[in-house]
């Protein structure tokens, strides 16, 4: 499993790539609270491990996450099992593409 510097620096790394030209970063500010384990604060190409408010607060283990950015579990089950939970729910479907084209980048 890898470590929160490791998750922290992977999806630094995607967030400040363009996975197509012109494509703009996150138009509002996420946070992965990742349960006790520490956090990751996304805010357009800015990626830190503060813990300060964002527009999205995604609550879910480290485990999980990864899990989640590999592919292994859906984003679906893991509201529905409580294993993630979302601050704001319109705004997390509203930013999905975007989170997912992140997250695909950063298993890279």
Do not use: Y
């Amino acid at each position: 499993m890898a470590t929160l510097e490791e998750l922290t620096d992977r999806i630094r790394r995607a967030a400040a790539s363009d996975a197509e030209p012109g494509q703009a970063a996150l138009a509002k500010s996420v946070k992965l609270d990742l349960k006790g384990e520490g956090v990751i604060h996304v805010e357009g190409r800015a990626v830190t491990n503060e813990d300060k408010p964002a527009d999205l607060v995604v609550t879910v283990a480290k485990r999980d996450l990864e899990a989640l950015g590999k592919g292994e579990l859906d984003p679906v089950r893991a509201m529905m099992t409580g294993r993630m939970k979302l601050s704001d729910m319109t705004l997390a479907m509203q930013l999905q593409p975007k989170i997912q084209d992140l997250f695909r980048r950063a298993r890279g």
